[in-house]
């Protein structure tokens, strides 16, 4: 038999889910001599290497990545492209912090070279961090939409993105008018919306940024456009509650406002969610809506704390998220480390093993884009990643000392960042590789 060009194979330890660790006992598949075989971009097969490696087309070459783990890509549920250069900017709380530093910064948006330079930064900070999916928010200007699918669509990439939508309670300069924002929205979905791998979201800011009549507009266009996401923020902060409360006195909680609009629907993904009762976490539920819950960005800002039992027991899509620059850090690694002590915080407890769930296929389901990406199965694009357990002197001092695949992941978890992703894989390309 010929060699086929196309395929490529992997020898190292894998790790892929099936199913959420909080709800099945046999959730993932570790394979500590695996092979990874990909063919086209695709995801041909993944197992282990004894059984495998037999069934390679002669004279494959084979990655050798043994002692390191390979695993989905990572994804991240929320994440603002424009605020990268604004990541670590003090203020006390959500909303002087969006007065002081996150609308000057997005008012440089208006400029076609400035976006393409930062959409072009943050893609390299995503591949580097070993984040191949991600739900953005780009600014109000339509050239910000442009210039980030222009950026990721050239590396090939799986992205998720959309313009802001906000029409009140902002600065002129970042202001546009409930029809303008919808004209602009609706020709930006004809121009990316499943146009190769990038996808559209509609982007309503937050609901006290936008008059009734936007709102009114963005559920109608999530309604025509059923297969598009929607993403905005709630329930983040109390000040925020209190004011979404006088804005809106006619809704039940600030969720149900989204509701009333028609904007809860599979594909719809709540950033922070942390002010929730459980009417507002069964209207989730019920709806296949996800949250992104943001433990850097809550803490950093002093938001509070999400309540994974609750949303548990409500049976909520979720998923982990940055949130930068309202998140501190890039890496869904320390997102997790924070997400752990914010469970810990509420009582409950989070297993790394469902901590790289939530940020790999429990992710996926919540974008409702589980058979594409998120895990290691066949006919999968071939979006990995490859950690390196021995990243750091520290790293590899505390890995050798681990006992199980759990306690090898924690360690990862409370302990990595981008120094752990060894490389990251696009459809099979490699996007990135670390130096040494
Ligand atoms: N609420 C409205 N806009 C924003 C934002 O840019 N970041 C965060 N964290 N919350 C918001
Ligand atoms: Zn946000």
Request: hydrophobic residues 40%; negative net charge.
């Given at each position: 038999?010929?060699?086929?060009?196309?395929?490529?194979?992997?020898?190292?330890?894998?790790?892929?889910?099936h199913?959420?660790?909080?709800?099945?006992?046999?959730?993932?598949?570790?394979?500590?001599?695996?092979?990874?075989?990909?063919a086209?971009?695709?995801?041909q097969?993944?197992?282990?290497?004894a059984?495998?490696?037999?069934?390679?087309?002669?004279?494959?070459?084979?990655?050798?990545?043994?002692?390191?783990?390979?695993?989905?890509?990572?994804?991240?549920?929320?994440?603002?492209?424009?605020?990268?250069?604004?990541?670590?900017?003090?203020?006390?709380?959500?909303?002087?912090?969006?007065?002081?530093?996150?609308?000057?910064t997005?008012?440089?948006?208006?400029?076609?070279?400035?976006?393409?330079?930062?959409?072009?930064?943050?893609?390299?900070?995503?591949?580097?961090?070993?984040?191949?999916?991600?739900?953005?928010?780009c600014?109000?200007?339509?050239?910000?939409?442009?210039?980030?699918?222009?950026?990721?669509?050239?590396?090939?990439?799986?992205?998720?993105?959309?313009?802001?939508?906000?029409?009140?309670?902002?600065?002129?300069?970042?202001?546009?008018?409930?029809?303008?924002?919808?004209l602009?929205?609706?020709?930006?979905?004809?121009?990316?919306?499943?146009?190769?791998?990038?996808?559209?979201?509609?982007?309503?800011?937050?609901?006290?940024?936008?008059?009734?009549?936007?709102?009114e507009?963005?559920?109608?266009?999530?309604?025509k456009?059923?297969?598009?996401?929607?993403?905005?923020?709630?329930?983040?902060?109390?000040?925020?509650?209190?004011?979404?409360?006088?804005?809106?006195?006619?809704?039940?909680?600030?969720?149900?406002?989204?509701?009333?609009?028609?904007?809860?629907?599979?594909?719809?993904?709540?950033?922070?969610?942390i002010?929730?009762?459980?009417?507002?976490?069964?209207?989730?539920?019920?709806?296949k809506?996800?949250?992104a819950?943001?433990?850097?960005?809550?803490?950093?800002?002093?938001?509070?704390?999400?309540?994974?039992?609750?949303?548990?027991?409500?049976?909520?899509?979720?998923?982990?998220?940055?949130?930068?620059?309202?998140?501190?850090?890039?890496?869904?690694?320390?997102?997790?480390?924070?997400?752990?002590?914010?469970?810990?915080?509420?009582g409950?407890?989070?297993?790394?093993?469902?901590?790289?769930?939530?940020?790999?296929?429990?992710?996926?389901?919540?974008?409702?884009?589980?058979?594409?990406i998120?895990?290691?199965?066949a006919?999968?694009?071939?979006?990995?990643?490859?950690?390196?357990?021995?990243a750091?002197?520290?790293?590899?001092?505390?890995?050798?000392?681990?006992?199980?695949l759990?306690?090898m992941?924690?360690?990862?978890?409370?302990?990595?960042?981008?120094?752990?992703?060894?490389?990251?894989?696009?459809?099979?390309?490699?996007?990135?590789?670390?130096?040494?």
């Amino acid at each position: 038999m010929q060699t086929t060009p196309n395929v490529q194979a992997y020898r190292a330890g894998l790790l892929t889910f099936h199913a959420d660790p909080a709800f099945s006992e046999r959730a993932h598949s570790w394979y500590e001599d695996g092979l990874l075989i990909v063919a086209d971009g695709k995801i041909q097969a993944a197992g282990d290497w004894a059984n495998l490696h037999a069934t390679l087309p002669p004279d494959t070459p084979v990655t050798d990545y043994r002692g390191k783990i390979i695993t989905a890509g990572f994804i991240d549920a929320h994440i603002h492209y424009p605020q990268t250069d604004m990541i670590a900017s003090p203020a006390p709380g959500l909303l002087p912090w969006l007065e002081q530093y996150t609308f000057p910064t997005e008012r440089a948006f208006a400029d076609p070279a400035h976006a393409a330079g930062v959409a072009e930064f943050f893609l390299d900070e995503l591949m580097r961090v070993g984040t191949t999916t991600a739900l953005v928010y780009c600014t109000v200007h339509p050239q910000s939409v442009d210039a980030f699918f222009t950026a990721s669509e050239a590396r090939g990439l799986r992205m998720i993105a959309g313009k802001v939508m906000m029409d009140r309670h902002c600065p002129d300069f970042l202001c546009d008018t409930a029809e303008r924002g919808a004209l602009e929205s609706e020709e930006l979905i004809g121009r990316w919306h499943n146009r190769g791998r990038s996808q559209y979201a509609i982007t309503p800011r937050f609901a006290p940024t936008s008059t009734e009549a936007q709102m009114e507009l963005a559920g109608a266009l999530a309604r025509k456009y059923p297969d598009t996401y929607l993403q905005t923020h709630v329930s983040e902060n109390e000040e925020e509650c209190r004011w979404v409360k006088q804005l809106y006195p006619q809704a039940r909680s600030y969720l149900d406002v989204y509701d009333r609009y028609g904007m809860l629907r599979p594909r719809a993904v709540f950033g922070h969610c942390i002010w929730l009762d459980g009417q507002d976490r069964a209207r989730l539920a019920e709806t296949k809506s996800a949250a992104a819950v943001c433990p850097t960005s809550n803490l950093f800002l002093g938001s509070g704390l999400f309540d994974f039992e609750e949303a548990d027991k409500a049976g909520m899509l979720m998923a982990l998220a940055t949130d930068v620059g309202g998140g501190t850090s890039f890496s869904m690694l320390q997102t997790m480390n924070e997400a752990y002590k914010v469970a810990r915080l509420k009582g409950s407890y989070l297993p790394a093993l469902r901590m790289f769930y939530l940020s790999t296929l429990g992710a996926a389901r919540s974008l409702h884009l589980d058979g594409t990406i998120g895990s290691l199965a066949a006919g999968n694009e071939a979006d990995f990643i490859v950690l390196d357990p021995q990243a750091t002197p520290l790293l590899a001092r505390r890995t050798a000392r681990t006992e199980s695949l759990e306690e090898m992941l924690f360690a990862l978890a409370l302990l990595g960042d981008d120094r752990v992703i060894a490389a990251t894989y696009s459809a099979g390309k490699r996007v990135h590789a670390r130096e040494g």
